[in-house]
């Protein structure tokens, strides 16, 4: 086989001619992916910054796929499939959080030669992020209000009124025995905030004093605190980042910037999780 036949079989091969290419274009819709980005500047650093925009809405839509699935696993006492699903979505927040780094070098300078542009763009407005928040437990129903006139309104009105990930988390404990039925700390309404509750504490103290005994548990509690970590990051990420591009300023879209982020970033996922650390 020649250099050239060789190149020709591999999808990845820039001397390959483009009909070569069509299984993996067609599989994977390259064309229509690769089309989607249009700077509306000269700027030099725009196309990046629009790229890796997508790329974390394309991740933020992984993890949402993956925290379903580990969701629903423990809902039907799979939990050691959702401990491995749960291994994978580590991975995803592993990428989410290198992503800002690309962010990380934009000078404040080039950010300005585009910025205007953005309009009342904002990051503010991710219909993917918010429905990863309510995924999580993190239920607000005035959040959905910023995405009332998005096409996706509908699916992240459905996802506050869904279950969290958290929620089938003490729905186990419960059905373990170390919960009582209607003790889970959260309220009856699943769109309503989380309450940290004493209860739940104390079901995740018991599995933190018998690792043994309780070891799927308590595997899942730390995978659990794994995810919360990495989304604690990833904030605290985002808000030195923002820093970095703007200093003090208003964020895009008239957001406030900094003052938010800096308050959205002291919020801890499954609170008694953090909370139970100081009584083992």
């Known amino acids: 086989m020649t250099v050239e036949q060789e190149a020709t079989g591999c999808p990845f091969s820039g001397a390959a001619p483009d009909d070569a290419f069509a ?49 629903d696993q423990l809902r039907k006492d799979g939990l050691d499939d959702a401990l491995w699903t749960l291994r994978r979505a580590g991975r995803v927040q592993q990428v989410l959080l290198v992503s800002w780094e690309t962010f990380a070098v934009l000078s404040p300078v080039e950010f300005a030669e585009f910025r205007d542009v953005l309009g009342t763009a904002s990051g503010f407005q991710s219909v993917g992020y918010r429905r990863l928040e309510f995924l999580l437990g993190n239920k607000n129903p005035a959040m959905v209000e910023p995405h009332r006139d998005s096409p996706a309104y509908q699916e992240v009105l459905a996802q506050l009124h869904e279950p969290s990930l958290y929620d089938e988390a003490l729905a186990l404990l419960t059905r373990r025995g170390l919960l009582a039925a209607g003790q889970q700390g959260g309220p009856a309404d699943p769109a309503a905030p989380y309450r940290s509750g004493a209860e739940v504490e104390a079901a995740w103290l018991a599995v933190y004093r018998d690792p043994t005994g309780h070891r799927d548990l308590h595997l899942l509690a730390e995978a659990l605190m794994d995810l919360a970590d990495q989304f604690a990051r990833w904030r605290y990420t985002h808000l030195v980042t923002v820093q970095r591009m703007l200093g003090a300023k208003p964020g895009t879209g008239g957001t406030s910037g900094v003052s938010w982020l800096s308050g959205i970033s002291e919020h801890r996922f499954f609170p008694e999780l953090w909370s139970v650390r100081s009584e083992i």
């Open 23 to 71: 299984p993996y274009v067609q599989y994977a819709r390259m064309n229509s992916l690769l089309s989607l980005q249009h700077p509306l500047s000269t700027a030099d650093t725009e196309p990046g910054f629009i790229i890796m925009s997508q790329v974390k809405e394309l991740l933020f839509k992984l993890l949402h796929t993956e925290l379903t699935t580990a969701r």
